[in-house]
């Protein structure tokens, strides 16, 4: 969960700077103790290193002045600590696993049973290990949270210290007219928002508003009672807040709010049971509101560039219509497994996240067509055993993971036609086959795949004949089997009635079998 120039560009670069924050901290000598003063105090100001740095310097070119940084390194000298504690904890919990634990204490909470003996006792043992153990778990995905909050907080105090240290020196060169615009900008803004506003009392039908890069900081509520507003964009903004009213667009079908300061969404987002499009993409949004299930006509939603780190358990359950689902450059370490009940989804991008892995009954997803699950980097290690039942994929990416080998069953995707394996650790299939393409790939699983198959039939053969006391024929088991009843009957009746009689029914029963 540490800081990184995708989720807090800002406190990244400051503490890249630092190295000596990022380690552990422990008793020094007064020497070494102001050696890291004079580092804290006058941090190292060299060139930035990639083009994330590149584009914060060339927005924020204050961060090049010694002075500037040291005093934004000083307004975060509590991150270092807390990222040390964050890291002797552990790994954050998964999304579903903290749902199960809350809902397990939930339940316990209202259970107060009384002392019991014997097995019964034995059981509330039990009972009470997996109590603790569900503490735990929310008590780690608590503290996680408030470390995720402490990073929230320090880039928006750098922002402010950023401000404060450059008022007076840039801002005055930069002119008044610089100001002037922006708030002849803000005024423009509110007189188009007012004409909408106007139009729509006025009972002119307004079906789309379009108040994209306008500098927009609010959207007022009254835009919430356009009943017949079809689509609405107010992408490239600068919102921080949705107001609970756009719940009442009930007819929306188009919900554009890409690239503003969001860092959630109302719950009453799902009553917008008509919307087909949602984009909330280049937020800062840490968590998507249950509610958004709720949205059942959606076709596309695009979440990418935010900082979520799990997605509603549930959003597969009632969302069936989604086609196109965009969750990349996030922090997910996992998807829930409600996605493989995404029937009709037609491409999944999940390119660098966290991802562990993939959700066991992802086969399911018939209709896909589209699948990116590259730079994961060293989460991604494997693929279930039901990835060959994705019949209809064409496009795959893998790439920038650490797969070692792709599953034998991964010789049933007949209609792949783009693959890229490349920066992957991968032994099979071997590396000549991978640099022939797609095609030599899919027939080198194919074989692996048929033999796979033939391995398990002579298996299940050789197991069946093993249980079998004595291998027969059908029509040799019912000879032995007719000859013994005759011989039975026979000797039966012998003993009970007089020969003739045995005559007359050893004739009969034979007859009858």
Partial sequence: MDPTPQSHPILAYVLSRLPSLSAPRTPRSPALSSSRDRDLEQPSPRAPSGAAETDLVDRMPGLRHPSVLSAMTRAVADVASARDAIRLLGPRPDHELVDASRALLATASGDNPAPTGGKEAEG?????????????????????????????????????????????????????????????????????VVRVLREAEEGKVVERVDLADRQLRLLPEPMGRIRGLLALDVSRNQLQVVPDAIGGLEH????????????????????????KILDVSGNRL?????????????????????????????????????RVLRVHLNKLRSLPSSVCEMQSLRLLDAHFNELHGLPAAIGRLSALETLDLSSNFSDMRDLPPSFGDLAGLLELDLSNNQIRALPDCFGRLGRLERLRLDQNPLAVPPVEVVSK???????????????????????VSAATAAESPKAST?????????????????DVTGKVVGQDKVAEEDAFLEQQL
């Fill in 437 to 459: 393409g797609v095609g030599a790939v899919k027939e080198f699983m194919a074989r692996r795949w048929a033999e796979a198959v033939a391995e398990e039939e002579r298996r």
């Fill in 474 to 490: 059908p029509r040799e088991w019912l000879t032995r089997s007719v000859s013994s009843l005759s011989t039975w009957v026979s």
């Fill in 252 to 275: 929306l079908e188009e919900l554009r709010l890409a690239s503003n300061a969001l860092v959630s969404l109302p719950d009453s987002i799902g009553l917008l049971s008509n919307l």
């Fill in 286 to 322: 840490r968590a998507l509101p249950d509610s958004i299930s709720k949205c059942r006509s959606l076709e596309e939603l695009d979440a990418s560039y935010n900082a979520l780190a799990y997605l509603p358990t549930g959003i597969g359950h009632e969302l069936v219509k989604l």
């Fill in 124 to 192: 509330d043992v039990v009972e009470e290990e997996k109590v603790a153990a569900s503490r735990e778990v929310v008590r780690l995905e608590e503290e996680h949270e408030a470390y995720g909050a402490l990073l929230r907080d320090a880039e928006e105090r750098l922002e402010r210290v950023y401000r404060m240290a450059m008022h007076g020196r840039d801002i005055q060169e930069a002119g008044s007219g610089d100001g002037k615009r922006e708030e002849d900008g803000s005024e423009a803004v509110d007189e188009v």
